[in-house]
Every structure is written in structure tokens, then in C-alpha cells.
């Protein structure tokens, strides 16, 4: 699941376009082409006007194309669905689930992104391609990336409990007593939003069956009744589970927002000394003017029984409906590593192109998530967001619901089979 | 309309009678012009999604299969739906009858008061507010920890006046070789024999804000013939420490209670723990004793009711749904009872007739009406009930507190199962149409 909200601080706009005119290759060309290209997405907010400063960037090198964005937010697959089924689909659209680019592509609502493969190619890993992939054929291009294997803590909570980030799961869990021995709660769960266990469950997931069973269980064709499905709840339990260590126990993680959960750690005052997601934790924080290594800190999600450095990432893919020279212009010109800079200077961005320069990002911990997210052996998308809505994201029923009963009842055999059972009905 | 055009009739025949067929077009034709823009609206924005959605409750998912019944035998299997049908159930048995009896009451009582109209105004209030906020308010209201929900701030300071919370109430212990719990009171298992053991009572979990003021560095008392000595720390120092040792960092855990049992469980003593820690027992026979603390000191303050969980979620936001409604009920009830002849209740009266006769034989039969009008307002809204509930349920509880309205949002919206989602539309409206008759049935006898 998302969560959008912008991250980090702003790098200033000057130093976007700055980027922007730096890029080579606008040859003469490009001036051919105009057009109007309309695109609905998923970003709101600072993220919208990130976006904007993207089409800026791109209207620089192309002057007579116009793109105009509509933010649908997260009722994008029903503003998208429903605008399908009037016949008038905007020309390009970001949308937050794989899935969804999977159910377009096979109705032939899209168009396929051939024109641009030899770009993507080029700048994008092999994850990054098959996600935007249906059948061997390129559809969508993955333009957004959130790192989700990552933890963030409070450093005084860290340094009073005299405990070092934990590279291992023993390490955690060892760290964790030790911090509730200084008397801190060591875990904020943000157990009253169900996609936040999803994303817990999908990292130690990874770690402990690794991507072979990740990919079968995302397509069911293994079951949720897996030994390995039971492994891995039996560790989520160690941490959702330990209760004296989570502020007002596991029944108050059940009515802790994720918001919450974030200022529990990210504050002056912690209530919890660190909380386990992604990389858009410091944007959600309320606490102003807190500084980023000094009153905050981030280490990758622990390896587990030695697994190699993985990565659970989310992200937004841009998918074409109506095919134009000005749209195909416009997701080429995305797919360059100019466009992403923009984003990334911006902050708030992590960008899934190799391309992308480190130092585009602007503060010290957004590098190292995404130097993470490049580098990692294992990357694998949201299991969850991979998922039908019904089993894996809907508010009250599905994984989100189990995952939540689990918080509160540890019951590994009961949980499995309930997802199993909830899992075959959506799969149907 | 129809009375309207009656009474635009009698000046048309003064103005000389024009042809019957012709009078009778044109007045067909005004009528038709009336109704037009009513007809249109009601045609695109009613009608026609009404049609549509009973069609579309026949289809699939995707839309284009047709699949009979089978979403309306989903609505009795899928179980949140279920949920969602036996909580609105619960719902129209309890929250209307209470609506009704409590605006009943207030309207009654407010008659004898003279502040009426305070009183009035105040349970009115909650019906300016937008049913969402409402939930808002009662969402933060209901939280669990006293220091945000108030109705858990009202219950706790009151718990916590009469049990007064420990002094260390968050410790935990730091050795196996402590049992019990901080719920329990804290037993060291070894047992002790005066002159030779030292007790060692490490707590941990004590935050550095909650060491009583004054403590010292803690130290290890040596053994005392005929004694038991002991100490009582905060067994914690950066890094952890090693569990059920003394470290040099560690403090003393001041003004403790420790008591003392003897072989046979028989309480023999207490004591009272120095600055650094340490305790004393003197002047005891030989054997074997046990040493610990009370269960006092460990007493959590009150954690909270969890109004929000899924156990008590549904009663949580009937309360909300209730404070809301009851003002409206109220003022409803109160016209009506203000137009009851005041010499039918003289007349019981001097026939001998208590309040409560009164109340009971005269008042309520004179109100039937109006508290039948009340009554079915409110089986209709709770038939309805949506906003509320997605307001006031967090997320981890809204399973448990689903209702129809709720579970066909869902179905249709993040799910996208158009069909499902209309079926529960449709089955909504089969339920309230019987209401619905009833309300017009009545209309119509008053007419």
C-alpha cells in the first residue's frame, strides 16, 4: 500500500530546472512534435507539484506539447475505471498498483510501450522492467519507487538504551529488550491501518522464503498455508507480539493511525524507539525542525538467517491509453534520467532508473535508501498491492483484517489458514 | 399539482369556455411544462442509476457476464456482509426505541423546568454538527489512553483516586530468578537463610523520568548474622548490563515496601529500601524465608477501556449516533406534546391520577402519532446508517461494526465488484421500501 505524502525536505526548484536545462540531447527534432497529452495520476499534494515541475521540464524541450495533470488521489482505479467505461480515458495515467496495469493490459485497454523499450532497457534493472510488464510486453513505466525495507528510530531513544541499528534479526530482538529495559517502548505499530502489518509481513517474507516462493505466493500458487507462510508469522509475532514493548500494547497499536505511529518515534519526547517502513516515514511526521542523523536515523530491515540485502519497494507506473507522437514523447522523456532527477532534487522521490545520479537526492538518508533500493540483490514489489483489492486491500477484510487479528491473537495456524481461505476466494 | 391546477380552473371558464379538447391540451401541456424540469432530474439522477443499478446487480465483476442470482447468494456467504446485515439488524432494534424513549423524556421533562430553552438548545446542538464530525469528536473522545480519550480521562481519574497507581508501574523484572509478575507482586525463587543470602531484586523497564527522586548508586549489602539483606535497583545501564548483577551506573530504587515470608508463607515482616537500594531484615530465627515485593507497587494506572476495539465498537458509535439524534426527537416530541389538550391531563388529574398514570395512560396515547413519525424517521436513517460508522470505527475495527451501507461502498468502490456492490444496494432498498409504505400509508390517513 501507499502512502502518499511528500518526503524529506524540498530542494530548491531553481536546482531542478537548473537539471532540467542541463540535459543533452534535446535535438531540433523535438520541436515537431506538439499536441495536447492529458494524465491522470495518483499524486496530490507536494507530490503534484513535484509532478508539475517534472511536465515543466519536459515543456522546456518540447514547447508545443501540452500536458495537463489531474491528481485523482487514491480513487484513481475507479476515476481510470469509470473513464474507461465512458469510452474517454485520459492519454496517460500513474497508477499505484502493478495489478491494475496487469487487469488493463489483458482488457487491451493499453497501449504498449514498445517505442520506448530501447530507453527503458537502458536505464531501468530487470525488476523495474518486469513490473511494467504483461506477458513479455512493456506497458507501464515504473517511474516512482518507495524503499519499504527500511527502519526508522529515534537516536536519543537508541543512545539512553546504549543499543547500535541491529543488522540481524536476533540483533532486533535483542535491541528491543534492551531499549524496553531503559524503560522506552522499542516498536510503534501502526496496527489500526492494516497495509502497514501487510508491509512488515512482506519484508520478513522475502527474507525468510525468499523470492522464488515471493513471486508463488504473490500469483497463489503456492498456498498461505506454506510452512513458509507459518515461518514467517511466527517471527512478525516476536515483534507484533511483544506486547509490554509496544506503547499501550498491542490493543493500543490497534487504534494507532499511521501518522501516529510516526510521531510516536519521530518526536522530541518518543513515545516508541523506532518504527518499521518505508522511506516516506520522515514526511509524515508532525514534529518540526527535527534534523535528519542527529534526531532521526534509518537502518535497512535486519537480515534474516543471513539473507542477502532485499528490498520490499512500492511505487507508481505510468501507463499510456491513448497513443499519440506527443504521449509517446512524454513517457520517452519520463523514462530519461533528466525527468527523475527533477523529481528527486525535490525530494519525496526515490526513482527505480539506475541512471538517476546519487547525488540528485537531497539529503543524506533519501541517498541511502535509494543507493539501497539500487543495489539490492532482491527487490521485489508489495506483495499486498500485487494482490486483488478484496484480499489485499480493502480496509476491514482480507490480509489487512487477518493481520490485524493477528496482532492481537498470535494464532500463526489460524492466521494462515484465514488468509488462505480469503486468498482462494479472491483469486477465484 | 393537481391541486394547483384545480384552483387555476374556475378563472379560465369566466374568461368564455374554449373548446373542451383544446382546454384539455393545453392544460396538459402547463402541467407538462411544471413537471418537466422535476420529471428530467428525477429521470437522470433517480430513476435511471435506480434501473440501472438492479440490471448491473444481475452482472459479474467485470460487467459483461450475466450471472443470474448469484450476487444476491453472495450477500448471504460473503461473510463481512453478513456481518454487516446482523449489525444493521442490532442497529434498527436498539437505536430508533431509544431515540424515541430519550426524546420522550426530555420533552416531558423539559415542560416542568424553566431553563427550557437552555436545555433545549444544548441537546439540539449535535444536530448543527455534520454527522462525519460528530463521529470525529467521538472517535477521539472513545480513544483508549486516558491522556487523549475523555470519556477514559473521566473513568480513570476516578479509578485512580480510589487505586492509586504504583510508584513503579511500568518495571518489569530482570532475572529469571524473579517469578510472578508486576501484577502479581514480584517473588524472588531462591529462598533465603538469614546471615547467608543476600536478596538481589533487579527491576528493569523503569524509565529514567520515573527513578524516585534521591536514589544513589546502588550497592550490594554484605551478608549479617541473624539478618536478611537485600537490594532493590534499577538493573540498567546503557547497553543492558549484565541481568541480575550490581553495575557501577545502576541506582538504588528508594522507598520500596519488600516484605518478608517465612517457610510456612506466613508474612514475618517489611521493609522499607535506603536511597542506594539496599534493605535489612534483623532479628530472625534460622530457616528458610522468601523476600518481595508487593503487587502495590507495581499497579498500572488505569489503562483505559478499549471503546474502539472490536468488542465494544458497535455500542461506541450508537452512543455517538444517538447523542446526535436524540435533540431532534426531542423538539419533535415537544411540538407535539405542546399541542395535546392541556384539560385532558387537568381532568386526569382531578380524577386522582398520578404523574406517572398521566405520563402513562394520557400523555403517551395523545403523542402516538408524532412518536410513530419519530420512531420511523429514525428505522429509516438507521436502515441508512453509513457516515458515522466509517467515522468513528478505526480501520483495525470497522470489520466488527460494518453495516450494509458501509460493506456496499466498499464492495463497489475499493474492490471494484460493481455487481456485488449494486446487489447490496438493491437488497438496502427492499428493506427500507416496507418502512417506507408504512410512512405513506400513514400520510395518507392523516390527509
Known sequence: MRYRVSAFTLAALAAALVAAFSVGGAGAGHQAVSGKVSMIGIWTATEQQSIQAVIAGFHKKFPGVTVSYTSAGNDTPTVLKTRLAGGKPPDVAAVGQPSLVREFAQKGQLKPLTFAQGVVRANYGPNGIALGSVKGKLYGLFFKAANKSTVWYNVKAFKDAGVQPPKTWPQLLAAAKTIRGSGLPAYAIAGAEGWTLTDLFENIYLRTAGPVKYDQLTDHKIKWTDPSVKKALTLMAQVTGDTQNIPGGTSGALQTGFPQSVDQVLSKSPKAAMVIEGDFVPGVATTKGLKPMVDYNMFPFPSINGSAPAVVTGGDTVVMFKDSPAARAFITYLASPAASTIWAKRGGFTSPNKKVPLSAYSDALTRRSAAALVAAKISRFDLSDLEPAAFGATTGQGEWKILQDFLKDKNVNGTASALESSAAKAFK | ?447
Open chain 2, 1 to 447: 399539482m393537481t391541486e394547483a391546477t384545480v384552483r387555476a380552473e374556475p378563472p379560465a371558464e369566466e374568461l368564455g369556455a374554449p373548446p373542451e379538447a383544446w382546454f384539455g391540451l393545453r392544460r396538459y401541456a402547463v402541467t407538462a411544462a411544471f413537471l418537466a424540469p422535476a420529471f428530467i432530474l428525477l429521470g437522470v439522477w433517480v430513476v435511471y442509476p435506480a434501473v440501472y443499478t438492479i440490471i448491473r446487480s444481475f452482472y459479474g465483476q467485470a460487467g459483461g457476464d450475466f450471472v443470474g442470482i448469484d450476487n444476491y447468494k453472495a450477500l448471504f456467504t460473503t461473510p463481512a456482509i453478513t456481518t454487516a446485515i446482523k449489525n444493521n439488524a442490532i442497529w434498527v432494534a436498539v437505536v430508533p426505541a431509544t431515540i424515541t424513549a430519550i426524546g420522550l423524556v426530555f420533552a416531558v421533562l423539559i415542560e416542568k423546568i424553566s431553563w427550557s430553552l437552555a436545555f433545549k438548545t444544548a441537546v439540539f446542538m449535535p444536530m448543527a454538527i455534520s454527522l462525519f464530525a460528530a463521529g470525529v469528536i467521538w472517535r477521539i473522545m472513545d480513544r483508549q489512553e486516558p491522556g487523549i480519550g475523555a470519556v477514559n480521562a473521566v473513568i480513570g481519574s476516578v479509578h485512580d483516586a480510589i487505586r492509586p497507581p504504583g510508584a513503579l508501574s511500568d518495571a518489569l523484572t530482570s532475572t529469571p530468578n524473579e517469578t510472578g509478575s508486576p501484577s502479581q507482586g514480584i517473588v524472588l525463587k531462591t529462598p533465603l537463610q538469614p546471615g547467608k543470602s543476600v536478596a538481589l531484586v533487579g527491576l528493569t523497564g523503569i524509565p529514567p523520568e520515573q527513578v524516585p527522586a534521591g536514589s544513589v548508586q546502588a550497592v550490594t549489602p554484605p551478608a549479617k548474622a541473624g539478618s536478611i539483606t537485600g537490594v532493590v535497583w534499577r538493573d540498567f545501564k546503557p547497553g543492558g548490563g549484565v541481568p541480575g548483577k550490581v553495575e557501577q551506573g545502576e541506582v538504588g530504587l528508594p522507598n520500596v515496601t519488600v516484605f518478608l515470608r517465612d517457610a510456612s508463607g506466613k508474612k514475618v515482616g517489611t521493609a522499607t529500601t535506603e536511597a542506594n537500594g539496599t534493605f535489612a531484615f534483623t532479628d530472625l530465627d534460622q530457616g528458610t524465608y522468601r523476600a518481595g515485593i508487593d503487587p502495590a507497587t507495581f499497579k498500572k494506572p488505569f489503562g483505559g477501556v478499549s471503546w474502539l476495539g472490536s468488542k465494544l465498537i458497535t455500542p461506541s458509535i450508537m452512543i455517538a449516533y444517538i447523542w446526535v439524534w436524540a435533540g431532534f426527537s426531542m423538539v419533535v416530541i415537544a411540538a407535539g406534546l405542546s399541542a395535546i389538550p392541556r384539560d385532558t391531563l387537568e381532568a386526569a388529574r382531578t380524577d386522582g391520577a398520578s404523574e406517572w398514570q398521566v405520563f402513562r395512560r394520557v400523555t403517551v396515547p395523545l403523542l402516538a402519532p408524532v412518536l410513530t413519525v419519530v420512531f420511523i424517521t429514525m428505522v429509516i436513517n438507521v436502515l441508512k446508517v453509513f457516515d458515522i460508522v466509517l467515522s468513528v470505527a478505526p480501520e483495525s475495527s470497522q470489520a466488527e461494526a460494518n453495516v450494509i451501507a458501509l460493506a456496499m461502498w466498499r464492495t463497489a468502490f475499493p474492490q471494484s465488484d460493481f455487481g456485488l456492490g449494486s446487489a447490496i444496494a438493491v437488497f438496502l432498498f427492499i428493506l427500507v421500501i416496507p418502512v417506507l409504505l408504512l410512512n405513506i400509508r400513514r400520510f395518507r390517513r392523516e390527509a
